[in-house]
């Protein structure tokens, strides 16, 4: 009914597995993987599905999951026992024990672990095939972008790095891969698992605190191994950044300094990780980044017209979450001026977005914004520091 058509030209796929989405971390933890299900109901409710090639995806095998985790690792996350079941009482020393970081409160056991990480793996990696095989020119994986997840290691409620996966199955066939992560954490797993390869670049933008904000790296001159002799030297980007920054302050570091890294890197793909946690209003995000300032950059990295995938990542207020990938899916169709502001009256748990517009002002979200901590002179330092890093690379 709005007249959603297939753009020309070029091809985009949503992957998704609504199996996932039923997922439970826990009654009050932050991660809801609800917020996919409230996501897809405002692509549906535009008409978007019609533009896209819609895959339910299947759940990635253990095979594939080794492609990166340590075997042992994926065992003991195939195996453990969910945490509501009564702990081994005659074993007191086993009792509280936390094993690959599994079972604290940040990554909890729960029900059907297993099967709620291979399924989230599953719509990145497939992603990456549908990229690679030239099947899609956008492949968009909302239920992916878990960041955090190291080799052997669960971290920051990532059990599984499906970017990882995804990259690693690009690299196949694409000789340079750029990693783009707008999630207001560090991408600390993404940046570990090639730190040692100039054949991907990581460029992370997050909220900086050493002391006070998880994970704690991504400083300024965290820029890859520092040896020069590593070919993984300068090809890690760190965008630190202070409470409350804007759009319009996002926007110009985002194109700043992606536009040059285009010209030094030449990427033949791009790995977009879109963590909705940067917008204002979220439970644990500290920026002032609205749904536009948000979408742009999707926007300006698909004008570069290089094959890229979309990843989901953070987003602790599932209304904003849906909000924001709904209008980035509008985006990567290009049907972002044809779909109408007001939410659809028919759309399905309509109730949940309080503000009926896909736009609500900083005012609507927080009543009074955040105060911003971003001066002008140390975004310039920063954009300044990242074109000096870009001198070694490339050419
Ligand atoms: C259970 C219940 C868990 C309530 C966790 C916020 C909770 C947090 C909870 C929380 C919370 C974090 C740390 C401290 C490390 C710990 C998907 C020394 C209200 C990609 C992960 C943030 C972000 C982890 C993930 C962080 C992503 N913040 N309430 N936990 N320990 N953990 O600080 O990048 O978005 O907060
Ligand atoms: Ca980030
Ligand atoms: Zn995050």
Redesign the pocket.
């Known amino acids: 009914e709005y007249n959603i058509v297939r753009p020309k030209g070029y091809t985009v796929s949503y992957h998704a597995s609504p199996e996932m989405e039923k997922h439970h971390f826990g009654q009050t933890h932050p991660m809801k993987p609800w917020r996919l299900t409230l996501t897809k109901s405002l692509v549906t409710s535009y008409g978007m599905p019609f533009a896209m090639d819609n895959y339910n995806t299947r759940p990635a095998t253990y095979e594939e999951l080794k492609s990166f985790h340590a075997s042992d690792y994926l065992d003991y996350l195939a195996t453990a026992p969910p945490e509501d079941q009564p702990r081994d009482i005659d074993n007191p020393e086993k009792a509280g024990e936390v094993k690959f970081n599994l079972g604290g409160s940040d990554c909890p056991l729960f029900h059907g672990l297993y099967d709620y990480c291979s399924m989230s793996a599953g719509t990145s990696v497939d992603a990456a095939r549908k990229i690679c095989n030239g099947q899609s020119d956008i492949a968009i994986a909302w239920g992916g972008g878990l960041?955090h997840a190291k080799r052997s290691e669960a971290s920051g409620f990532c059990y599984i790095n499906d970017i990882v996966l995804g990259i690693l199955q690009l690299l196949r066939c694409y000789p340079r891969v750029l990693y783009i992560?707008?999630?207001?954490?560090?991408?600390d797993g993404v940046e570990e698992a090639f730190f040692s390869t100039d054949r991907v670049m990581t460029v992370?933008?997050?909220k900086y605190h050493p002391d006070t904000f998880f994970p704690g790296t991504?400083g300024l001159d965290d820029n890859g191994p520092k040896s020069e002799h590593n070919p993984g030297a300068h090809h890690a980007i760190n965008?630190p950044l202070n409470d409350g920054i804007t759009d319009e302050q996002y926007s110009w570091l985002f194109e700043s300094i992606i536009g040059k890294i285009n010209e030094h890197f030449r990427p033949s793909a791009i790995a977009l990780?879109c963590?909705a946690d940067?917008l204002a209003g979220d439970r644990l995000g500290r920026f002032n980044l609205q749904v536009q300032g948000h979408g742009a950059c999707v926007e300006y990295c698909k004008k570069l017209g290089i094959p890229m995938i979309i990843f989901g990542?953070g987003g602790y207020t599932p209304r904003n979450v849906a909000r924001a990938w709904a209008h980035e899916t509008s985006i990567a169709i290009g049907c972002q001026n044809k779909i109408p502001e007001e939410i659809p009256q028919h759309t399905p748990w309509r109730e949940h977005f309080i503000h009926d517009t896909l736009f609500p002002t900083l005012e609507q979200i927080l009543g009074e914004p955040r105060a911003n901590r971003n001066t002008p002179k140390r975004l310039q330092e920063i954009v300044q520091h990242v074109h000096e890093q870009l001198r070694f690379v490339g050419h």
């Open positions: 960041h992560d707008i999630d207001v954490h560090h991408g992370s933008f997050h991504g965008v990780q963590g940067s990542g």
